[in-house]
C-alpha cells in the first residue's frame, strides 16, 4: 500500500531523513505513518505543546488546547484527556 502525503509533507520529510536528529513536526495521519516507516523522529502539534509545558515555555496545556478545538484541527476526546493528565493538569 501506497502512503500519500503532499507536497510540502514529503519535502519535510525528505530533509528530517538527512538530518537524523531532526524532529519532524506532522499532525496528517499518512504522513506519520510514512514518518514512522522510516524510522524518523517525529510529533505533532499537540506534542510540541506537551513539550512546551514539560520545558517550562508555557504554564498550561489546557487553555491553547481548547482554543485549538474551536478550529478545524481534529482529536479525540481521548486524545485530549490523555495530553491533560501527561501535563498534570
Known amino acids: 500500500m501506497a502512503l500519500e502525503v503532499d507536497e510540502g509533507e514529503a519535502s519535510a520529510i525528505a530533509l528530517c531523513a538527512e538530518k537524523l536528529d531532526a524532529l519532524l513536526i506532522l499532525d496528517d495521519l499518512q504522513a506519520r505513518k510514512l514518518a514512522e516507516k522510516l ?4 510529533t505533532g502539534t499537540l506534542g510540541i505543546i506537551a513539550r512546551a509545558k514539560k520545558e517550562g515555555v508555557i504554564a498550561s496545556v489546557k487553555p ?3 482554543k485549538i478545538r474551536m ?3 481534529r482529536f479525540s476526546e481521548e486524545v485530549f ?3 491533560i493528565k501527561a501535563a498534570g493538569e
Do not use: C, G, W
Not at 524510522?39 to 517525529?42: C, F, G, I, P, Q
Open 71 to 73: 478550529t478545524n484541527f
Open 81 to 83: 484527556a490523555a495530553i
Open 64 to 66: 491553547i488546547i481548547e
Open 39 to 42: 524510522k524518523l523522529n517525529y
